[in-house]
């Protein structure tokens, strides 16, 4: 069966300072990958899809990037964090099929 | 913009009762529709998804679409205290799923 992992579990960062987050899938091969964000109390807003291997689409403009350097490694970046990217993220995966599913998410506060 | 619309709630009742989730989209050309439940400090999880006009029963939940009045639903029969929590909805459209802002659900003892 397939897994989605993600880590950190939770991230306490100051504003300013780099992010590298990770996620990675088992039990599958040539996933589709999604980067959510999640603020306190609103819905999930995709930030980033790739359908393979070096194919990233990027969909609001900000300080974050992501890249996808294995076929089911996806790792979400900023070189400078802002106190707006506080949130939970969330990376998830299909394939086939529209259905997503979740890994269990990223808790990044922003001081 | 293609939205997802769905009250935020919170959502009260008594346990034993039906809960009923509503959800509205604004993009004809979805063909599929989710409902995930999210647990307070926890990831999204896949409760149902439905494609076609009408019902479709899974134990305890019942998904209900409407294409035509682009509506969606969940019912919730027999609600339990463990079912408390914030409902998604989703609607696929091109290559994504946009999602509501979710409707929380209180069940009470």
């Known amino acids: 069966s397939q897994t989605i992992h993600q880590w950190p579990a939770t991230l306490v960062q100051p504003v300013g300072s780099p992010l590298s987050l990770e996620c990675t899938v088992e039990?599958?091969?040539?996933?589709?990958l999604y980067w959510y964000r999640q603020a306190a109390g609103r819905g999930l807003q995709l930030l980033f899809y790739?359908?393979?291997?070096?194919?990233i689409s990027s969909e609001v403009p900000q300080n974050l990037s992501a890249s996808r350097p294995q076929d089911r490694q996806f790792i979400l970046s900023s070189k400078k964090l802002l106190l707006s990217d506080s949130g939970f993220y969330l990376c998830?995966?299909?394939?086939?099929?529209?259905?997503?599913?979740f890994g269990p998410g990223t808790r990044l506060t922003v001081l | 913009q293609k939205e997802v619309e769905q009250n935020s709630g919170p959502l009260s009742v008594p346990e034993g009762a039906i809960a009923s989730l509503n959800c509205t989209y604004s993009?004809?050309?979805?063909?599929?529709f989710f409902w995930y439940r999210q647990y307070s400090g926890k990831s999204p999880e896949l409760i149902m998804f439905?494609?076609?006009?009408g019902d479709k029963e899974d134990g305890r939940f019942t998904a209900q679409l409407n294409k035509a009045s682009q509506y969606v639903s969940l019912l919730i029969r027999d609600s339990q205290p463990s079912d408390s929590a914030t409902y998604l909805c989703?609607?696929?459209?091109?290559?994504?799923?946009?999602f509501g802002s979710g409707t929380r659900l209180l069940v009470r003892p």
């Open positions: 439905i494609y076609s006009n």
């Open positions: 039990g599958t091969s040539n996933p589709n």
């Open positions: 998830a995966w299909n394939q086939g099929t529209d259905t997503q599913y």
């Open positions: 993009d004809r050309g979805s063909q599929s």
């Open positions: 790739s359908v393979g291997i070096g194919q």
């Open positions: 989703a609607v696929s459209s091109s290559y994504k799923l946009i």
